[in-house]
């Protein structure tokens, strides 16, 4: 299966540290991306491949990856953190995109 | 700075063909990258529809290729998406985007809605 199997929600005290995981069978093969997106925008790539942050994005974000599991982690979320977020990633014969279902990330 | 901006009909016939085009600034769509279409229904996630390469070469989602069509014009630097028999299960928020290499979504449009309604 090339699907993308997300957390639908997950919650983290401020200042604390969460992960929102993402599995597939497509991840033994790809490193996803991740997308943050707030209400009425696009999504925003936050981080991708191995170990890329796209310029402007907080080194709280992190990622990582083993076997069929991909992380995004975010050390000491901040309010502004709250959003939407997905993975995505190619199936193996790399014709196909696909993304996670979206975590819903909430700041308490 | 790569910016990409969505434009067509915001409304759509049950039935018809959903039309639209991303026009592409700030770098040549004949480069090494694939360009996109993804939407998302109104409260729900994103779904990629297809993409293109300058070439022409296409693929696209198995749930929606046989209704869908994805071009590419160099000379405008733009690429297009058309959607035909449309229903109100196409309402939705569409986006394109560069897609990097083939590795990430590095660049996004605005987006715009598309209502499928009479």
């Known amino acids: 299966s090339s699907e993308l199997t997300q957390d639908p929600a997950v919650s983290v005290a401020l200042g604390q540290t969460v992960r929102i995981t993402c599995q597939g069978d497509s991840l033994r093969n790809y490193y996803p991306s991740w997308f943050q997106q707030k209400p009425g925008q696009a999504p925003l790539l936050v981080f991708y491949?191995?170990?890329n942050r796209p310029s402007g994005i907080p080194d709280r974000f992190s990622g990582s990856s083993s076997g069929n599991t991909a992380s995004l982690t975010i050390t000491g979320a901040q309010a502004e953190d709250e959003a939407d977020y997905y993975c995505?990633?190619?199936?193996?014969?790399?014709?196909?995109?696909?993304f996670g279902g979206g975590t819903k990330l909430s700041v308490l | 700075q790569v910016q990409l901006q969505e434009s067509g009909p915001g409304l759509v016939k049950p039935s018809g063909t959903l039309s639209l085009t991303c026009a592409v600034s700030g770098g040549s769509i004949s480069t090494a990258n694939w360009w996109s279409w993804v939407r998302q229904p109104p409260g729900k996630g994103l779904e990629w529809i297809g993409e293109?390469?300058?070439?022409?070469?296409?693929n696209y989602n198995p749930s929606l290729m046989s209704r869908v069509t994805i071009s590419v014009d160099e000379s405008r630097n733009q690429f297009s998406l058309k959607m035909s028999s449309v229903t109100a299960a196409d309402t939705a928020v569409y986006y394109c985007?560069?897609?990097?290499?083939?590795?990430?979504?590095?660049?996004w449009g605005q987006g715009t809605l598309v209502t499928v309604s009479s």
């Open positions: 985007a560069r897609d990097a290499g083939g590795f990430t979504f590095d660049y």
């Open positions: 995505n990633s190619r199936d193996s014969s790399g014709d196909l995109v696909f």
């Open positions: 293109v390469y300058h070439s022409g070469k296409t």
């Open positions: 491949d191995k170990n």
